[in-house]
């Protein structure tokens, strides 16, 4: 029995990107206890949606939730408010939202193997992964029109076309981008450091991940197979060649190498979709206002985002319900920190690719 | 990786020089050309944030003053796309100039918005005068 | 369009509800969403199934402003964060909620109530 400790992780730590608040009771080293605290950057997005904008201008204020997913939340949004006013969205249109929405899966993955890097210590792989993430960046930026923040779905569908152009620019920083990222699975997969401080720490077993309903990667890289784009089936994904990345094992090392897989299946969706590209129209004109209620499970970067709206036959929603992907999976890290030495505090923590923003909304 | 690290150690910067000038496509400032513009207002109306803003003028007549602010400005051209009349409003592929401080953008942003709920008020009474005047003529 | 299955109950049988069906290895537990009607409040239970492309299913009730509402995190333990959600967005009195995790203690209180009135600047 050792005297315990008080450490506090947060609000601000050189390891986080957002403000979250820990305060471990630590013994040996060993934490006992955890307390957690966030919503330091509630912003009322919610609120705003529902008293302020028509719902025709909430996809633009729902993209400001995050800026490394904010196509999920506007798609998930859209999708929501088609759903309930029983709006069909042309084919063209489908596809070019699926292959925005993959080129943003890749980046935000990316961002969070990249981060991963750095809190590991290892400063060189962080650039070299930041710097492969410049070719999908470039990517979105030709294709949306803009660097982070895409504006890219409305209500109906989309705002630009794909042209032969932009398709041409595309293609070949996909395939670099291919390549660059079957070197870094190398690197991971057999990198000396890296397996000594990643392997074996942090793990969540399957039925632990199952008591606390953890989601998307997460919840993959324990062996939990669950991903909204298979289970709510907004999209046509699996004809566009998905598969579902699982690993068993349920450490970092593994949530790290779900999230690298996963973005290699996502340049082979964007491809195929960009291939396959059906002619059409992009968007539908929209009338009317929203009655009713409706509900979509959207599967983020970061896991299941749920989208409810309630509309009363007012321009003005009645409600607007965001529940993020780090909603979720609160839970079940902090129950993981239990008996963890407090060193591996970092990594686990940055290992979920916590985004806080978004949960506080 | 190591070799990969020490040929990064003479290699040019992976990211763009500055002033490098933005790609084709790019979503700019909006401009707006008064001659076709038929003041119905659908832009202020869909503009997300707000960044349209007309004004009254006081005599009543229908020519109003467009205001737009391109530092609130998110550039998701809903406004382009709600124009009626092709060709008023365009979305320019270059980025607004940088807002400086003595150029007080928000100071007379608030201003504007502030005419711009007063100038209604004067104009919608100097529309009902003429309306007045418009039916005593005629009887 | 309505999307999803909904079943509604009342306050009391909410526990009996989820211990009858809820399965760790089956149900997939979203989260709990509440609505201001106006008159009272609505609060919805989301769960869906595991690897099945079935609708979602909503257990939903209506309690007073000032009713209690049971909790459920023996049942679902990570209920707590959408619980603790509730007490401060919305107001409601949840059993064992402590409050002060969303909002701050001095931040506007149950700030998505209809009745709320934001602070003029
Ligand atoms: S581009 Fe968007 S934000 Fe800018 S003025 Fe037009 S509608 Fe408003
Ligand atoms: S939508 Fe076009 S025509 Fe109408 S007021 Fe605006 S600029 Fe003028």
New interface residues.
């Given amino acids: 029995m050792g005297k315990k400790f008080v450490v506090p992780f947060g609000s601000q730590h050189v390891a986080l990107p957002e403000p979250i608040r820990f305060v471990f009771t630590t013994e040996n080293e060993i934490i006992r206890n955890v307390a957690v605290d966030f919503g330091y950057v509630h912003r009322g997005i919610e609120k705003a949606c529902m008293s302020k904008f028509k719902y025709t201008q909430v996809p633009y204020v729902v993209a400001r939730v995050c800026g490394l997913c904010s196509i999920s939340h506007a798609s998930g949004y859209c999708l929501a408010i088609e759903t309930l006013m029983d709006i069909e969205v042309p084919k063209r249109a489908v596809y070019l939202r699926i292959i925005a929405h993959e080129l943003d899966r890749i980046h935000s993955h990316l961002f969070a193997v990249s981060h991963l890097c750095e809190v590991a210590g290892y400063e060189n792989l962080f650039m070299r992964v930041m710097r492969d993430r410049e070719l999908v960046m470039e990517c979105l930026e030709i294709f949306t029109g803009n660097r982070v923040q895409y504006d890219f779905v409305t209500i109906g569908g989309v705002n630009r076309d794909l042209t032969k152009e932009v398709y041409e620019e595309l293609k070949p920083r996909l395939e670099e981008l291919e390549k660059r990222l079957l070197q870094l699975k190398e690197i991971f997969e057999k990198d000396y450091t890296l397996q000594m401080r990643w392997k074996g720490a942090g793990v969540i077993t399957k039925e632990m991940a199952q008591k606390y309903n953890a989601v998307g990667p997460i919840a993959r890289a324990s062996g939990l197979a669950t991903d909204c784009r298979v289970e709510f089936g907004y999209f046509p994904y699996e004809e566009l060649g998905y598969r579902m990345v699982l690993y068993h094992e349920g450490d970092i090392w593994a949530r790290n190498m779900v999230r690298v897989d996963e973005s290699l299946v996502s340049i082979e969706i964007a491809k195929n979709a960009m291939d396959n590209l059906p002619e059409g129209e992009i968007n539908v004109r929209v009338r009317g206002n929203p009655n009713g209620e409706a509900l979509v499970r959207w599967e983020a970067p970061r896991g299941e985002l749920l989208y409810y709206v309630k509309g009363n036959g007012k321009p003005v929603l009645e409600r607007l319900r965001i529940k993020t992907p780090t909603f979720s999976v609160i839970p079940v890290m902090k129950e993981l920190y239990y008996n963890q030495p407090y060193a591996l505090v970092p990594d686990i923590t940055i290992s979920f690719d916590p985004c806080l923003s978004c949960t506080a909304r | 990786?190591f070799f990969?690290?020490l040929k990064n150690l003479f290699s040019p910067p992976?990211?763009l020089e500055k002033g490098t000038p933005p790609?084709?496509?790019?979503?700019g400032t909006i401009l707006y050309f008064e001659e076709t513009c038929i003041y119905c207002k659908k832009c202020e109306m869909?503009?997300?944030?707000g960044a349209i803003i007309f004004t009254y003028p006081e005599d009543g007549s229908k020519k109003l003053k467009f205001h737009y602010n391109p530092y609130l400005c998110?550039?998701?051209?809903?406004c382009v796309?709600a124009c009626p009349k092709p060709g008023t409003l365009v979305q320019a592929e270059t980025p607004s100039p940088p807002a400086t401080a003595d150029q007080k953008p928000n100071d007379q942003w608030f201003e504007i918005e502030k005419l711009a709920v007063e100038s209604k008020k004067k104009w919608q009474e100097a529309r009902k005068r003429m309306r007045e005047q418009k039916n005593k003529n005629q009887q | 369009m309505k999307n999803f299955q909904e079943e509604k109950i009342t306050p009391d049988q909410l526990r009996e509800k989820i211990k009858s069906f809820y399965k760790e290895d089956e149900w997939h537990f979203i989260t709990i969403n509440g609505t201001d009607t106006g008159k009272s409040i609505e609060v919805k239970y989301f769960f869906a199934k595991y690897g099945k492309k079935e609708p979602v299913y909503a257990l939903s009730l209506e309690i007073d402003y000032d009713q209690t509402l049971p909790s459920i995190t023996d049942l679902i333990p990570s209920a707590w964060i959408a619980e603790e959600e509730l007490y401060d967005l919305l107001g409601v009195k949840v059993e064992k909620a402590k409050g002060g995790i969303f909002l701050e203690p001095d931040s506007p209180k149950a700030p998505l109530r209809k009745s709320f009135q934001p602070k003029e600047k």
């Avoid at chain 2, 790609?23 to 979503?27: D, H, T, V």
């Avoid at chain 2, 998110?74 to 809903?78: K, M």
């Fill in positions: 990786m990969y690290s992976a990211t790609p084709k496509n790019y979503r869909v503009c997300p944030p998110i550039y998701c051209g809903e796309r």
